[in-house]
């Protein structure tokens, strides 16, 4: 078969010729770089015209597809909220609430004015707060947005997914990653001098001495730091059954006795303490046990106050923002604040997103395009279906348990069927911004906290229906699709079948895989924490798993910087597994049709079926990413970089390699017997 750029220069002539009427819509063949070859760089190869006529302008630290869709999605939900506000709605309504949020978000000449005065009196409070109070400050500060040393809440209870369990955990550190505090190399240390300057920064903004501001800084690295030793590792964190510790209260309270247990549920949560609690970081508990008693109280009170201080900045003054924004600068490279509307935008949609997404989806969601996903869903269903009872490793008993759990998982497309009610959310346009971001934020939390003591409730949301994302969940076992991502290059149903399976099949494919990577193996077809694989079959797993890991462990980032194959695993398989599935669907689907997708009538401007397949895949993924974001996320993302979704994740797969006539020698090769087929 020809290769990809040779087929491109004829296809003008076989138009012309009248051959075949289907013309490609999500793929860009402008786009493509005829001086790559698909046999070195599939992904460059596809992506480079893209990449050079997409450069990164200074607001973006990274810039590709989700970005464009995310653009498009902002500004539409922008028009709604300021047709909203225009209508002067009534209070009490949704419109209201959104208005108000909006409009305070925007105004930034009385944020200006105001400065740090909507924070000082609650800093007043963590100062003045005496020694024999100091127990009181730490329930006050659990209860007002923050969670030093500790963290809980109720979530569906792994084992009983139907219920809500109890779970206690490490508190916060802001960096996010442990290695952050504890490596001492180059990158490190400057992140960590960047927080230290943040934190001096926003406290002299706050009205604290240099001196002060430099105490306070040291302090709160150092109560940091002690956290990070004990935090889980990134690829701990993706070890499940080891985060489900169940613990009665009462061994709570004797295990980590310095903290006021009996008060926290009861006063921060208003309920009495469970009688088992799910501890998902006993190492991080028993450091937060320890520093209660040998921390000062002064460190004590500089750790809430810059708690608070970090959660108000991004409400409060224009330089508050920017001091937090020159961080950011070091953290991913951007170099330009994102425009006011857009910072308001998402503090408007973070809280009131669903009251958004109704209007959203009645003026951009076509119902037509729900019922091509449903039907799309279950060829896809049907398509994984094939491969697990074709699995050459998984014995036949465990085949039958994986194939109940693929035959109910819960599909989710679009928009909820029961939408969010903010009845009981107040704000007032007289409090400020960060007032009205404070009591948005305890009505989520109340919300949030009387899900105790009730059934889970399987038809909510995790995501707005404009997100561009989509997501498994494994405690429901369900896969959900907002109306966001149901765009071009994801889906057009105007399209060509290989673009649609190459795009949102894809994604979709790789969803119902996540029921089946190394997490999400975990659970079972209800969504509980049960082992359903024979000992064989799960060895045979984690060998093949381990071989994937291999191969991203060998890619270099950045000169010194390797890819983390452990970490991003899940997202590798489900990309491998979305590949696969979403290829037997579409063959599936021409066959149906009674299209030869080799023959000439079936090629789509000149490309083969599946090489259009394959390269729309590849244009997902494109983007720009400046160098100090590609460190970051490689350090704190679960997902591989564009580039390695694309040609590492691909060359393990035959019908790629066919489709470009890629053979030994050529870079994008790999040796059958170093390839690795899991789903």
């Not at 490279?333 to 997404?357: C, D, H, M, S, Y």
Request: with cysteine; proline share 5%; glycine share 6%.
């Amino acid at each position: 078969m020809k290769s990809a750029h040779i087929l491109l220069a004829g296809a003008a002539l076989m138009l012309s010729a009248g051959a075949h009427a289907e013309h490609l819509k999500s793929l860009d063949a402008s786009g493509i770089d005829k001086a790559t070859s698909p046999k070195t760089d599939f992904y460059h190869h596809v992506n480079r015209g893209w990449m050079d006529s997409h450069p990164l302008t200074p607001e973006y630290s990274r810039y590709g597809q989700f970005n464009i869709l995310n653009d498009s999605s902002n500004n539409r939900v922008q028009r709604i909220v300021n047709r909203l506000a225009s209508t002067n709605p009534q209070p009490g309504t949704t419109a209201y609430l959104v208005a108000t949020l909006y409009e305070a978000g925007m105004d930034s000449v009385r944020r200006n004015e105001l400065g740090a005065k909507p924070i000082l009196a609650d800093l007043s409070k963590i100062e003045k707060t005496a020694p024999a109070d100091m127990e009181d400050l730490f329930i006050w500060m659990h209860t007002n947005y923050a969670s030093p040393l500790i963290s809980a809440g109720p979530q569906e209870d792994m084992m009983n997914s139907s219920e809500y369990a109890m779970y206690a955990g490490a508190g916060p550190i802001e960096l996010g990653d442990r290695d952050y505090y504890l490596l001492n190399d180059k990158r490190n240390k400057e992140v960590r001098e960047a927080y230290v300057k943040l934190i001096q920064k926003s406290m002299q903004l706050a009205g604290y001495s240099k001196k002060d501001a430099a105490r306070i800084a040291k302090n709160v690295l150092k109560v940091e730091t002690e956290l990070a030793k004990v935090a889980l590792t990134r690829e701990e964190s993706r070890d499940i059954p080891s985060l489900y510790n169940p613990t009665s209260f009462s061994d709570l309270k004797a295990k980590y006795p310095n903290l006021p247990w009996d008060r926290f549920f009861i006063e921060t949560m208003g309920i009495q303490a469970p009688e088992t609690i799910i501890v998902t970081e006993p190492r991080s508990l028993e450091q937060a046990n320890k520093l209660w008693t040998t921390l000062s109280d002064r460190e004590k009170k500089d750790l809430y106050l810059w708690e608070y201080v970090n959660s108000a900045s991004p409400y409060l003054s224009d330089d508050f923002s920017e001091a937090m924004f020159e961080f950011n600068k070091v953290m991913s490279g951007v170099q330009q604040q994102r425009p006011r509307w857009k910072r308001a935008l998402g503090t408007t949609e973070n809280f009131l997103g669903e009251g958004i997404g109704q209007l959203y989806v009645e003026e951009y969601f076509p119902e037509s395009s729900k019922e091509y996903m449903i039907g799309l869903v279950e060829n896809l269903r049907n398509a994984l279906g094939k491969h697990i009872m074709h699995l050459p490793w998984m014995s036949d008993d465990t085949k039958i348990q994986a194939m109940k759990k693929l035959n109910n998982i819960t599909v989710k497309i679009g928009y909820p069927d029961k939408w969010k009610d903010y009845s009981e959310l107040t704000l007032d346009p007289s409090l400020s911004y960060w007032e009205n971001v404070h009591n948005a934020g305890m009505w989520a939390q109340k919300k949030y906290l009387e899900k105790w003591g009730k059934p889970v409730d399987r038809t909510e949301w995790g995501m707005t229906p404009q997100t561009i994302n989509a997501y498994y969940n494994p405690l429901n076992n369900e896969i959900v699709f907002p109306a966001g991502i149901l765009q071009a290059p994801f889906f057009d149903p105007n399209a060509s079948d290989a673009e649609n399976y190459g795009g949102i099949g894809v994604v979709i494919g790789h969803e119902l895989t996540h029921g089946f990577d190394d997490q999400g193996c975990n659970f079972d077809w209800q969504g509980n924490l049960t082992n359903w694989w024979t000992p064989e079959d799960a060895e045979a797993f984690a060998s093949l798993t381990q071989g994937l890991v291999k191969q991203f462990n060998e890619v270099e980032v950045l000169p010194g910087l390797m890819a983390n194959g452990q970490y991003t695993l899940g997202e590798n398989i489900a990309d491998q597994g979305g590949l696969r599935v979403a290829m037997t669907a579409f063959l599936d689907s021409q066959k149906k049709k009674g299209v030869d997708v080799t023959s000439e009538e079936a090629l789509i401007d000149g490309l083969d079926p599946l090489q259009v397949y394959y390269m729309n895949y590849a244009n997902l993924w494109a983007q720009n990413v400046r160098p100090e974001e590609m460190r970051s996320l490689t350090t704190g993302d679960v997902h591989s970089l564009g580039i390695n979704r694309v040609n590492v994740s691909l060359r393990n797969l035959e019908p790629f390699f066919k489709a470009f006539s890629i053979t030994e020698g050529d870079p994008m090769f790999r040796p059958e017997a170093e390839r690795v087929i899991i789903w």
